[in-house]
């Protein structure tokens, strides 16, 4: 079984590696929604630092969405992902393991690149250390949770844009929880409850979704 | 209530019972209306503290209600439908939505203009308000996911995982929205308490409710028929009703 | 009762806007419902009659 979920995992970075420019295309897309917001709203560094962590936050969330809307579709495209639903593998092992896979790809380094835009934001280096902290708790559930809807999504028109207005009212509690930490930290109050709260919700994302993104691959693919 | 009913009946049965159902909930949807609306405007009185302003209760709760207790009957449904595989709750599911989304709309419509007068302001990221945003959210969701696929049998099926993984998020979002308020008091509005309500204010408002149910119904149940014809189009009872009409 | 006339009616003690408001959004949304549901029940059954006739042609 384990073989299997890693087995997944190592095939989707090796596609991963293969297709750069896909990847650094999200990448990109992260950086400039984010750059974006200081020519939007002005430079003065105590606003920025105060809407600092919400704007890193949604962006990272648009970010995974862009890249979820083809987490399952060059596999579906060339049969492989039949394939391996009809394998005697379970299915929810497949889905698990494609988030994971897409929270290493995309998830990971999301967390790497807050910390230059967090100083761009200004900032202080204690509130951009629990931005790391809280993607990096957070972000798995923009992949778990997104893969149910790029299950859901599969193969239809329009896929991209319909996954984003299914998913995005569900990101709700991780973003709440997660950009909460980050100015909890910047008013000084300290980030532990929020973070163990994001926690709590990662934890339960990872118990539900990969059964619920199996189901829904079900569906789609039958 | 006897599920072997949903899994064997003919939907055919289901086609006719519905419609000779329709026009007693349109009506009885009609009266309670009519008797709510006379209750809200000529028997209520004032209220001391907010004027005759509170009067958009009558509408704004019952809205409210009914667009979480849809949500809750499509969720309920959408179980149903993928535990015991039942066509005909699928079909509730999806006749239900479009008028839970209305209700959904008219409670944050009402509810923005109930706070005005109020609270000085249309709108406050206040967690109930927040979390109808999102349930509104989540039904344009769900109705864009059902539009989008063109086989029944994945629509179904899809729309209603969507729909219980939204029935489980929904709480846990109201939580998260009351939580980051707490923790951004500079936005915060007291929130005034309702109004200590005279007997009559309650009844009232009961009776608005049970209009908003029953109209639910009647629309849910017009609906569902004209989904059922459609699915049902190559059988003969079917036929037989395209011939006759 | 507790109105003295129809214009205190109306103007529900100040309030009449977003009373109104509220009344009328709620009857104008649900007289939309009702239009396009009545419509949507006579255009799939036109639908499927059509249907109904290329099928048996």
């Not at chain 1, 951009?128 to 778990?144: D, E, H, T």
């Amino acid at each position: 079984m384990l073989r299997f979920l890693t087995a997944v995992i190592r095939r989707d970075l090796k596609l991963a590696a293969r297709r750069r420019g896909d990847w650094l295309t999200s990448q990109f897309f992260f950086v400039m929604v984010v750059s974006m917001f200081p020519l939007g709203i002005g430079p003065d560094p105590a606003m920025l630092a105060k809407v600092g962590a919400g704007v890193v936050w949604v962006a990272a969330l648009l970010a995974s969405l862009l890249s979820l809307s083809r987490l399952f579709a060059d596999d579906h495209r060339d049969g492989s992902l039949e394939q391996m639903l009809l394998s005697p593998n379970p299915p929810v092992l497949l889905a698990l393991g494609k988030a994971l896979a897409h929270w290493l790809i995309y998830g990971i380094p999301l967390l790497l690149i807050a910390p230059i835009l967090g100083v761009q934001f200004a900032l202080p280096a204690d509130a951009i250390a629990v931005l790391m902290l809280s993607l990096l708790i957070g972000s798995p559930v923009l992949s778990l949770l997104g893969s149910v809807g790029a299950a859901l999504t599969l193969g239809l028109r329009g896929g991209g844009v319909l996954l984003t207005l299914l998913i995005l009212p569900l990101y709700v509690p991780a973003l709440i929880f997660g950009a909460g930490a980050v100015d909890a930290a910047v008013a000084g109050l300290g980030a532990e409850a929020n973070l163990s709260l994001l926690a709590a919700f990662m934890v339960m994302t990872l118990l539900v979704s990969p059964w619920v993104a199996a189901a829904a691959l079900r569906v789609s693919i039958e | 209530m006897n599920l072997a009913i949903f899994k064997y009946a003919a939907p055919m049965t289901f086609y006719r019972l519905a419609g000779r159902m329709i026009p007693w909930f349109a009506w009885g949807a009609g009266i309670l209306t009519a008797i709510g609306l006379y209750i809200a405007f000529f028997v209520a009185p004032t209220d001391f503290q907010q004027g005759e302003a509170y009067r958009v209760i009558f509408i704004h709760v019952p809205a409210a209600w009914m667009s979480m207790f849809i949500y809750l009957v499509m969720a309920f449904w959408s179980a149903v439908g993928l535990a015991w595989n039942t066509r005909l709750s699928f079909m509730m599911a999806r006749a239900l939505a479009p008028t839970g989304m209305v209700f959904a709309f008219l409670s944050l419509w009402t509810g923005a203009l109930w706070g005005k007068p109020m609270w000085g302001a249309w709108w406050v990221w206040d967690a109930r308000l927040t979390s109808s945003l999102i349930l509104l959210f989540l039904y344009v969701g769900i109705m864009s996911l059902w539009s989008a696929i063109d086989d029944p049998r994945r629509g179904d099926r899809a729309g209603a995982l969507l729909t219980l993984v939204g029935a489980i998020n929904v709480p846990i979002i109201y939580f998260s929205v009351q939580w980051w308020n707490t923790l951004h008091q500079g936005a915060t509005i007291s929130m005034t308490k309702a109004p200590s309500m005279a007997a009559t204010m309650l009844i009232g408002m009961l009776v608005m409710a049970f209009a908003a149910w029953f109209y639910a119904i009647a629309t849910s149940l017009v609906r569902v028929r004209g989904i059922i014809l459609e699915r049902e189009r190559h059988t003969e009872w079917a036929a037989e009703i395209l011939e006759g009409k | 009762m507790q109105w003295a006339s129809w214009s205190e009616f109306w103007a529900m003690g100040g309030y009449g806007l977003y009373v109104w408001g509220s009344y009328g959004a709620a009857l104008i949304v649900i007289l939309i419902e009702i239009i396009s549901l009545r419509r949507g029940q006579r255009q799939t059954l036109q639908r499927l009659k059509r249907m109904k006739t290329w099928e048996s042609e």
